[in-house]
């Protein structure tokens, strides 16, 4: 399928999609979309079908992933132009109501049944329509698609060898550098002052001087490490409160989000309630 200049839609198992020129800069995938306009809001649904009015002149894609096209309302779906549709099963009287609706929702085609070549579909079938380069839909064709020429394999070691050398860091990062660590420059001066107090005299003033130096350069070393396990020790409960903070902040974000969704669900019950009681009772009066 060629991708059109214009922002458009594509359902793959109800996936619609949104292209510009030869492909989006950035792409936005909502899977399993259902869940997003389910429990969504008015004001919800506004921004989203503002949003995807808007970004779609900008090289963006918006991917609506879900098992029935029906999951997406159709002032989000009227943004979108492409459909690539893939079979879908007709099990229920739902199911049956929901590729009527689809049927619909796909261009007229007096070659074959819609809602039959939907239900007879197999793996990498799928019908298709797209924008013409003047903004029209062309006409609705049973296509096979082919899957991209990729490897899902791990690359062989002498592929995955060459292509890191030919890279444009290599020259940079291919050798490992160690420098010197503390550590090691004390353990240096400690063998050094050792060799020093051996081959001189051990009842000496040099080697009482040797001693001596080797016993401060233990101490310093102990002190060194002390100070390591300390900043450690304060580096690893920073990132603890750190994360404790994030917790916190996250799980009282989720708490909000539960209270307006059950405000927004007792505000419409009470809406219908409403409208339900005063229709019986005010028919009632009138019928007085």
Known sequence: MTREPFGSARTSDATLV??????????FHFDEAHLLFDAASKALLDEVERTVRLIRSKG???????????????SVLAQLGNRVQHALRVFTPDDQDNLKKTVRTFPITTFFDTGERLTSLGIGEALVTVLSPNGVPTPLAPTRLVPPDSLMAALPADQLEAR???????????????????HEIISGRIAAAQAAMTGGSAGGAAGRAAAASIAAQQRAA???????????LKEAQREARAQATAQAAAERAA???????????????????????GTLFGGSRRRR
């Open 18 to 27: 949104d292209l510009r020129g030869d492909g989006p800069a950035l792409a």
């Open 164 to 182: 890191v050398k030919a890279g444009a860091l290599y020259s940079k990062y291919s050798q490992a550098i160690d420098p010197q660590s503390a």
């Open 60 to 74: 963006v894609g918006v991917y609506f992933i879900t098992q029935v096209p029906t999951d997406v309302p159709s």
């Open 222 to 232: 102990q002190r060194e490490a002390e100070r390591a396990g300390r900043e450690a």
């Open 255 to 277: 708490e909000r989000a539960r209270l307006q969704r059950e405000r927004e669900i007792t505000q419409v019950g009470t809406t219908v309630l409403r409208g339900v009681m």
